[in-house]
């Protein structure tokens, strides 16, 4: 079985984005914006053309779905607009589910805000767990979009997020949103930066001691940090702070790394047991590499040709999915699986 624990439905009917600009535009005095209907067929069709019609050519089976991270939004109007947008994309990602439940399963976007407390964050991801079935959460280090206005991960104004986390036993994967700052491209400078920063403050502070069984992804390939892991080894030395294999008690990396070199480079310096394939497909980057004349994002193919062994290859293609989502393996069991 291969579980792809990064992709978004950024292929939703357009109703959905309708909604998003009449809430924009509500904000500028505009009417009450209302969602309007979107038919199970519309689904169906958003879904059989794109991420279903990859996973049976690709051959990956389940895919753990968010709404798309790009239009997350936190920067935009404040928390009341964050969660009425929130609840509508989580709502629908919970209908894909359930029309696909062999080949979704939820993870939550949440209503966050730049400034503003964790209490609407805290109750919709509850909802989302409890009430829709998900095993995990969308986490932005930077609703700001670009401004970095937000405390380090590791400072206590998250803790309720994580206290719930934990009490949920989900984890969350790290994720940035649209960048409004021009200086930061979003999927190609915003992104890989947050990725590289949230690893940083995990090592500079003590949030692993405060929350022994806290997880997070650090997805596409973890920024820069495989790259640089001798920089960041050095610091966490220089800092006197603890070796970075405590840190991989609780930080995972996914596979989205669109080319041979990144994984072969990602798996000789990240332990196999904190690598989960993933594919963020259909997302970032949706051409075809000419050099290979394969889609970038076909992920399954780098893990495929990497010198490991099958019970490795196990392992970041399904077996680390299961242990860092544990709502997810209870789901497969379930089902024989
Ligand atoms: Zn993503």
Not at 63 to 81: K, L, V, Y
Not at 145 to 165: I, N, Q, R, S
Request: hydrophobic share 40%; glycine share 8%.
């Amino acid at each position: 079985m291969i579980i792809d624990c990064h992709g978004h439905y950024t292929t939703a009917p357009p109703q959905l984005q309708q909604f998003r600009q009449a809430q924009i535009a509500s904000l500028k005095g505009g009417p009450k914006a209302i969602l309007a209907g979107i038919s199970n067929d519309e689904i169906r069709s958003s879904l059989e053309s794109a991420q279903l019609k990859f996973q049976r050519e690709r051959g990956t089976d389940m895919t753990i779905f968010s709404p798309r991270a790009s239009a997350m939004g936190h920067h935009i109007g404040n928390d009341e607009i964050s969660a009425e947008w929130t609840l509508a994309c989580n709502d629908l990602i919970a209908r894909v589910v359930k029309l696909y439940p062999d080949n979704f399963v939820g993870v939550a976007q949440l209503p966050q805000s730049p400034g503003v407390g964790n209490d609407r964050v805290v109750a919709e991801l509850e909802r989302c767990v409890t009430e829709l079935g998900f095993i995990g959460c969308n986490l932005n280090p930077d609703p700001s979009g670009g401004h970095w206005t937000a405390p380090p991960l590791t400072d206590p104004f998250w803790y309720p997020v994580y206290e719930k986390m934990v009490e949920l036993d989900v984890p969350a994967m790290v994720h940035v949103s649209a960048s409004c700052n021009p200086a930061f491209h979003a999927t190609g400078a915003h992104y890989i930066n947050a990725d590289t920063t949230a690893f940083m403050q995990f090592i500079q502070a003590d949030l692993f001691k405060e929350f022994p069984t806290l997880r997070f992804i650090i997805p596409h390939g973890g920024g820069a940090v495989p790259y640089h892991w001798g920089r960041y080894r050095g610091l966490a030395q220089d800092m006197k702070r603890p070796s970075l294999s405590e840190l991989l008690q609780n930080v995972y990396f996914d596979t989205c790394v669109y080319h041979q070199a990144g994984i072969d480079l990602l798996t000789e310096v990240i332990p196999v047991k904190n690598i989960l394939f993933g594919s963020e497909m259909v997302g970032a980057v949706r051409g075809i590499d000419p050099s290979t004349g394969h889609y970038y994002d076909d992920t399954r193919r780098y893990v495929e040709s990497l010198p490991l062994s099958d019970a490795e290859k196990k392992a970041i293609f399904s077996e680390n999915a299961r242990r860092v989502f544990p709502r997810l393996d209870a789901k497969l069991r379930k089902r024989g699986l």
